[in-house]
């Protein structure tokens, strides 16, 4: 079975353009979060989406958007880029699941986001 | 505060020795889940080894082991037999059982760990 996807790999934008990041889950998983990880750090979460309903939001701003298809893809948009945005995006999915139950996340290989 | 603290930024271990990265955790939901994931420097995080707040054993897989302390909020990663090819970063993360299946990872800040041949 095909693993999280996530396009494109690499990305060079200049400061106040905007980006859009794509992720495929794995088949059969219909949550979808997203990660911004700074060089040197642990990964910080910013949404997570189930069955299409955004269901978590970490502290970052406005200029971050995201959403979930009828598949279960999903896309990252960011905003009026800034130079502090440069950064590996990881996207993860996981089984579906009922209240309380907690099972792995599953990570993409990234998409290397340079701002400049 | 930090709800993951890792407190070791780098470790080194000679191949084929066993060798222990430390994770303590705080929350206040009885329920919650702990994670160890392995960062190659190609960026993929690698899933690992899962336990849950709940489970009465140590979770194992292959040459990986969690050793739960739940009295002590501590959930070390011990990785036996080291290769050359375990060097790489190493997270911690917690997930907490509020909000059900939809809870968010949170992570530590990692250790880089070393194999010397």
């Known amino acids: 079975d095909a693993g999280v996807t996530q396009s494109p790999t690499h990305l060079i934008k200049t400061r106040g353009q905007q980006v859009t990041l794509r992720c495929s889950p794995i088949?059969?998983?219909?949550?979808v979060s997203w990660y911004q990880q700074v060089l040197g750090q642990g990964p910080q979460f910013i949404f997570q989406y189930y069955e299409k309903e955004e269901r978590g939001r970490g502290n970052f701003p406005d200029r971050f958007s995201a959403r979930q298809f009828p598949n279960y893809s999903s896309e990252l948009n960011v905003n009026a880029l800034l130079l502090g945005d440069s950064a590996l995006y990881l996207c993860?999915?996981?089984?579906?699941?009922?209240?309380?139950?907690?099972?792995?996340?599953?990570f993409g290989p990234g998409t290397r986001l340079t701002v400049t | 505060a930090q709800k993951i603290t890792q407190t070791q930024p780098g470790m080194f271990v000679q191949e084929k020795e066993a060798v222990t990265l430390d994770c303590t955790y705080d929350?206040?939901?009885?329920?919650?889940?702990l994670f160890w994931y392995k960062q190659p420097s190609s960026g993929e995080m690698i899933f690992l080894i899962y336990q849950g707040s709940y489970d009465q054993q140590n979770a194992t897989e292959g040459r990986y082991s969690l050793n739960f302390q739940k009295a002590r909020k501590s959930a070390n990663l011990v990785i036996s037999a080291s290769q050359l090819g375990d060097s790489a970063m190493y997270f911690c993360?917690?997930?907490?059982?509020?909000?059900?299946?939809?809870?968010?990872?949170?992570f530590g800040k990692g250790t880089k760990l070393s194999v010397k041949p």
């Open positions: 088949s059969g998983h219909k949550s």
């Open positions: 929350t206040s939901d009885p329920s919650y889940g």
């Open positions: 993860a999915s996981s089984r579906p699941g009922r209240q309380g139950v907690i099972y792995e996340q599953y």
């Open positions: 993360a917690m997930r907490e059982g509020r909000g059900g299946s939809q809870g968010n990872l949170i």
